[in-house]
């Protein structure tokens, strides 16, 4: 069956030189979460930047392959087009107008829906219900937020555009574990209640596959390995790489200390 989003074999080059994906493929059928890991660098940002067409401002470039949305090319669409057509690109690092207030930013997300039947006032209502701490501080400007009230800001506005799928880049980024928590549960809730799909791009590979039905693991600009993602979750390369279970008994290692032994130890090399 034909699957909302369909990457197929894109190579991307960034300034007519570094390429960057090397014959990515990947698929993100209707209503479902799917989990994009790998490390820094592997070009994860950069896959869904091909998809959203923001690769373009980067004087990046999609030189093979094809990406296809509901069942259509997206070459040459431009990225305002593609949020009415119900594609939304949350970019790393929360990007929020952080001298409007919270309500601000959210009426300033409607204004990329001109033609949206849909009403306003019930769109707001139901970002404050999924986050309720956006409700308590809508007229504080967000640049005040803390980090974790920031990325629950760009979910809201994302949800504003009620998309068919929501693309997330690391919305893990620089928060603490607890928090981590709460904004994944409220995805996967989302994701459940409004049946949006999430391609969802993390480093934090054991949250994501906790919500997230099939993962794929990149590196070095391709995929090296897919799955279910429970199946995933279990498996051992994964764990020992991703999830920090294995070595020494006792030691604790750091996510850093994974990818340093990561760099000698490649995927399926
Ligand atoms: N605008 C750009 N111009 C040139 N090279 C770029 C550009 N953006 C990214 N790259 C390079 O492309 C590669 C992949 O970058 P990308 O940001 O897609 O990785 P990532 O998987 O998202 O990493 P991270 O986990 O650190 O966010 C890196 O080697 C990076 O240096
Ligand atoms: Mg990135």
Redesign the pocket.
Known sequence: MEALLEIDNIEVV??KA?Q?LRGLSLRVPHGAIVALL??????????L?SVSGLLAL???EVTAGEIRFKGRSLKGVAPEKLVRGGLFHVM?GRRVFEDLTVEENLVAATYALSGRKNSLHDSYELVYDYFPRLRDRRKQLAGYLSGGEQQMLALGRALIAQPELIML??PSLGLAPQLVEEIFTIIARINREQGTAILL?E?NAAVSLAIASYGYI?EN?KIVIDGPADRLATNEDVQEFYLGVGGKEGEVRSYRDIKHYKRRKRWLS
């Open positions: 960034y300034n570094v960057v790998g490390s820094n660098g592997a070009g994860k940002s950069t896959t930047k980067e004087n990046g790393e880049d690391e791009v480093q990149m600009g």
